[in-house]
C-alpha cells in the first residue's frame, strides 16, 4: 500500500468510525484510533457497550450515549492530545489523517429531485407532521430527513431534540442548573424542561425547535397503560409545543389511535415504500383524507441513527417528586382537554371515543360538549387554543 493509499485509507476510517459511510457501523466505538493506552481504551469500550441511561434513577439527566458524557469527552481530549503530537513527531500522517477526517469520504446523497417536496413540506404553514407506514418502510429514516431538511432552512441556533436515542445530530442545549445537555429526551419531565428553557413566550424571543417523537413501538402506541397515556397526554404535549413555538414531527404506527389534536392540526405522510410517499391533510379511522401530493425518489437521511433501535418513552415527569406539581401543566391539560372534546365531538366522535383522549369521563365529555353546542360555553377558549396551536 503506498503511503497515499494509507493516508486514504485512514481518513475513510474515521468517517466510516462516525457513521458517515453507506454501510452501517457495527464495529467500531467512537473512541477507537483515538484512545490508544490498553487500559483506558478498555475502560472506555466497556463503559460504552454497558451503559443504558435508562436503567439509571434520573435518565433525564444524562446523555443518550456515553462518548458525551463530560468525564468521556475529557479522557478522549486527553488522550487525542497525546496522539496527536506523537504523530507530528514521528511523521505518522495517517493518524493524523484518521484524527481528522475527510468530509469528501461520506455517502453520497441520491435522489435529489425529492428535496424540493420534502422542503415544501417542512417549510410550509404546518408544524405537526404525522408519519405512518407498515414496519420497513423507512418511515424513520423519512422523519430525520424532514428534521435534516427542517434544520437546514433555520437559523444557526435552532434546537433538534428526539426520544430516538441514537440519534447522532439532536442538538446540546443548556437546563435550568446551567448544565450543558445532549437533545435526547426520554421522558415528558426533560421534554418539557427543554422546549421552556427560553421563558415564556409573551416575554421572551423563542429558539426554533423541532422535537421528533417516535411513539411507534408498544412504549407509547397501542394498547394498554402506555397507549391510554398516550391518548390522553399527546393534546398536551401538542399544546405545549405550540405555545413555545415548537415544531413536532409524530413516527406512528398504523395510522390508528390518531389524537385529535394531532389529526386537527398536522399534515399526514403515509410512507408507501423505501423511496415514495403520500401526503394527505388528515386521517380518521386508519383512512388518510385529502390528498395533497405524492413524493417519489426519497434520498435516505444523512443523519445517522440505529434503525435496529427500540426508542423508549415515558410520560413520567421524573421532576415531580422533586417540584411538587405544576400549575402550568394542569393548565395545559385542561385547555387542550377541552379543545379536544370539541374538535373530535364536530369531527363525529362519539363521548365513549373522546372520552379515551381526555382526562375526563364520558358524562363529564357530554356535558363539556353540551355546554359549547348549546349554551355558546367555550367559545373563546377553544378560539385561544386555537390560536396557540395554529
Not at 428526539?162 to 421522558?187: F, H, K, M, P, Y
Not at 391510554?228 to 399527546?234: A, D, I, L
Request: aromatic letters at 6%.
Amino acid at each position: 500500500m503506498t503511503d497515499e493509499q494509507e493516508i486514504f485509507t485512514a481518513a475513510q476510517l474515521r468517517e466510516h468510525q462516525d457513521g458517515y459511510q453507506a454501510r452501517a457501523n457495527r464495529e467500531l466505538l467512537p473512541h477507537t484510533g483515538i484512545v490508544r493506552d490498553p487500559k483506558i481504551e478498555r475502560a472506555l469500550s466497556i463503559r460504552a457497550v454497558h451503559y443504558d441511561p435508562t436503567e439509571c434513577d434520573r435518565p433525564d439527566e444524562l446523555p443518550a450515549k456515553s462518548k458525551d458524557l463530560d468525564k468521556h469527552r475529557q479522557i478522549q481530549r486527553i488522550e487525542g492530545t497525546q496522539v496527536a503530537r506523537q504523530a507530528l513527531e514521528n511523521g505518522d500522517m495517517a493518524t493524523v489523517k484518521h484524527l481528522t477526517g475527510d468530509t469528501n469520504q461520506r455517502a453520497d446523497v441520491s435522489g435529489i429531485q425529492a428535496i424540493g417536496n420534502v422542503d415544501d413540506l417542512v417549510t410550509g404553514p404546518a408544524s405537526i407532521i404525522y408519519i405512518y407506514a407498515e414496519p420497513g418502510s423507512g418511515k424513520t429514516d423519512f422523519a430525520l430527513l424532514l428534521g435534516q431538511r427542517w434544520r437546514h432552512h433555520q437559523p444557526g441556533d435552532a434546537l433538534v431534540a428526539s426520544n430516538i436515542q441514537t440519534l447522532e445530530e439532536t442538538t446540546e442545549w443548556t437546563d435550568g442548573e446551567g448544565r450543558l445537555r445532549d437533545g435526547w429526551l426520554a421522558n415528558y419531565g426533560a421534554l418539557d424542561e427543554w422546549i421552556k428553557q427560553d421563558g415564556e413566550p409573551t416575554e421572551n424571543e423563542q429558539t426554533p425547535k423541532l422535537f421528533i417523537f417516535d411513539e411507534a413501538s408498544s412504549h407509547a402506541a397501542g394498547g394498554g397503560a402506555q397507549g391510554y397515556e398516550t391518548r390522553q397526554k399527546m393534546g398536551p404535549l401538542v399544546y405545549k409545543i405550540r405555545k413555545y413555538g415548537g415544531s413536532l414531527i409524530i413516527i406512528g404506527h398504523d395510522g390508528g389511535d390518531v389524537h385529535p389534536m394531532v389529526r386537527e392540526q398536522s399534515k399526514v405522510v403515509k410512507k408507501d415504500g423505501k423511496k415514495e410517499a403520500t401526503i394527505y391533510d388528515s386521517i380518521r379511522n386508519r383512512k388518510p383524507q385529502g390528498k395533497i401530493a405524492v413524493i417519489t425518489g426519497i434520498p435516505p437521511t444523512d443523519w445517522r441513527f440505529d434503525t435496529h433501535e427500540a426508542t423508549a418513552w415515558s410520560w413520567h415527569d421524573l421532576r415531580s417528586d422533586d417540584e411538587g406539581e405544576d400549575v402550568s401543566e394542569k393548565e395545559a391539560v385542561e385547555k387542550a382537554a377541552l379543545y379536544t372534546v370539541i374538535r373530535a365531538k364536530q369531527q363525529g366522535m362519539s363521548n365513549r371515543q373522546v372520552a379515551e383522549f381526555v382526562p375526563w369521563s364520558r358524562e363529564t365529555v357530554r356535558k363539556r360538549w353540551n355546554e359549547y353546542d348549546r349554551n355558546g360555553k367555550h367559545t373563546e377558549a377553544v378560539a385561544n387554543v386555537e390560536a396557540t396551536i395554529a
